[in-house]
């Protein structure tokens, strides 16, 4: 499954299948960018980050990838599990500390 | 080892009140944050600090003040409320964006009536 993030706030995926969260980023100078997972009730947890001087950065089940060119960002979750449903967040640190967040795409993955 | 810890969880006030939002960090963070969040949102930043003793605008800073006395707690307060500061607050602890990845509190869901 495939988001445009702030256009397509939700996403339904099968539980096996791999999911793709996609985020528009507003700032061209912005050096660095997060993701984050919030289920309900609780705050938002680190997932995975990425400077500007990458392209790709992988983790755990987890892959960011980077295009500059078009101000884009996107999640990739390998094999996703009911636990992954939550609400994902990108983040992007527009210099002084400033970390400015998207609205979230909410990931439903059904068994 | 608690992490990032806010109170109170919830809390009712009635416009024009004032509050005091707690956020304490035992992980020796010089960065912290207050963020709010509405539904359908993104979390926007309210207001910084980059160590104790200083404070700093956000995106989101009319209407609330902050103070860093201790380098381990960061503090959110509200003058006279209005509805409009309905939300849900979340505190984060971290070092510089890109160092030290920033850890949230719970959150403290306000309803000002």
């Known amino acids: 499954g495939e988001s445009v993030g702030l256009h397509l706030p939700t996403l339904s995926v099968q539980e096996g299948d791999n999911s793709i969260i996609n985020c528009a980023y507003s700032?061209?100078?912005?050096?660095?960018f997060i993701w984050y997972k919030q289920e309900s009730g609780k705050g938002p947890q680190f997932i995975i980050d990425?400077?500007?001087?990458?392209d790709k950065r992988q983790g755990q089940r987890v892959t960011v990838l980077l295009n500059k060119t078009v101000k884009h960002l996107s999640l990739q979750i390998a094999a996703t599990q009911p636990g992954d449903s939550a609400v994902y967040f990108c983040?992007?640190?527009?210099?002084?500390?400033?970390?400015?967040f998207g609205a979230g795409t909410r990931l439903t993955v059904k068994p | 080892n608690a992490g990032v810890t806010q109170t109170p969880k919830f809390r009712v006030l009635k416009t024009g009140q004032s509050m005091t939002l707690l956020c304490a960090q035992d992980m020796n963070h010089e960065y912290m944050y207050w963020y709010r969040q509405d539904p359908g949102m993104g979390l926007r930043l309210i207001h910084y600090?980059?160590?104790?003793?200083?404070?700093a605008k956000g995106e989101v800073p009319d209407g609330y003040n902050v103070s860093r006395l201790k380098k381990q707690n960061f503090l959110l307060g509200l003058e006279s409320a209005a509805p409009s500061q309905t939300s849900v607050y979340f505190c984060a602890s971290g070092g510089f964006p890109g160092d030290t990845e920033a850890f949230f509190g719970q959150g403290t869901r306000l309803t000002v009536v």
């Open positions: 983040a992007e640190n527009w210099g002084n500390n400033d970390m400015r």
């Open positions: 700032n061209s100078a912005s050096d660095y």
């Open positions: 600090s980059v160590g104790e003793g200083t404070t």
């Open positions: 990425i400077r500007s001087n990458m």
